[in-house]
């Protein structure tokens, strides 16, 4: 089994910067990806930024240029630094991670979402 447990947010006013962490735990032989989405009220998920377990990245066209997605790969944590927010940044984020356990059984694996609100 797979845990992951999310930190990081809160209320910022426009313009301003917040940094996601999430952290996986347990059973974990291997990562292979790992991502953040967001779901904003009435809205659906949506892919902010993902990770692979090469370093590569891709973004949502909404967040390139402002955020930027990294891991630490020896932690199996994943973070999401955001600057300069706006209002429509606002949304539950969600951590999402995938791999493999010890016992070679595949795991994609989701946080508990954390929220995330640009407001004056």
């Known amino acids: 089994q797979v845990q992951l447990v999310e930190s990081g947010g809160g209320l910022v006013q426009p313009g301003g910067s917040l940094r996601l962490s999430c952290v996986a735990s347990g059973s974990i032989s291997r990562v292979y990806a790992m991502g953040w989405y967001r779901q904003a009220p009435g809205e659906e998920r949506e892919l902010v930024a993902g990770v692979t377990s090469t370093g590569l990245t891709n973004y949502a066209d909404s967040v390139k240029g402002r955020f930027t997605i990294s891991r630490d790969s020896a932690k199996n944590t994943v973070y999401l630094q955001m600057n300069n927010l706006s209002p429509e940044d606002t949304a539950v984020y969600y951590c999402?991670?995938?791999?493999?356990?010890?016992?070679?059984?595949?795991?994609?694996?989701w946080g508990q979402g954390t929220q995330v609100t640009v407001s004056s």
């Open positions: 999402n991670v995938r791999g493999a356990q010890m016992d070679s059984r595949f795991f994609g694996s």
